[in-house]
């Protein structure tokens, strides 16, 4: 399984970006898809995760601010990320885990900058 996001940049604050990660291969319709982010001297950190039935979770930090959804035809999660703050600067990591395989499953990353 490959994920391949997209989507990243620069970006002022109170701005908004869509990140988006396509998983290609061979991965079970049952999945949760999520984003995680890594700022700089910080620890990985869950952003937001949705299940294939389309159950939602969020950390309190982008709560209003972001939303995740996915298309489960194609495979593909999106983050949409609005109000964009300084703080959320980091790189941002699409994730998957399968149910059938029980395999998580990591793309590159993206880097998105928010500049004040």
């Known amino acids: 399984v490959q994920l391949q996001a997209s989507g990243g940049g620069l970006v002022q604050a109170g701005g908004s970006l869509r990140l988006s990660c396509a998983a290609s291969g061979s991965i079970f319709s049952i999945n949760d898809m999520g984003w995680y982010r890594q700022a700089p001297g910080k620890e990985r950190e869950l952003v937001a995760a949705i299940t294939s039935g389309g159950s939602t979770n969020y950390a309190d930090s982008v709560k209003g601010r972001f939303t995740i959804s996915r298309d489960n035809a194609k495979n593909t999660v999106y983050l949409q990320m609005n109000s964009l703050k300084p703080e959320d600067t980091a790189v941002y990591y699409c994730?998957?885990?399968?149910?059938?395989?029980?395999?998580?499953?990591w793309g590159k990353g993206t880097l998105v900058t928010v500049s004040s």
């Open positions: 994730n998957v885990f399968d149910y059938e395989s029980v395999m998580d499953y």
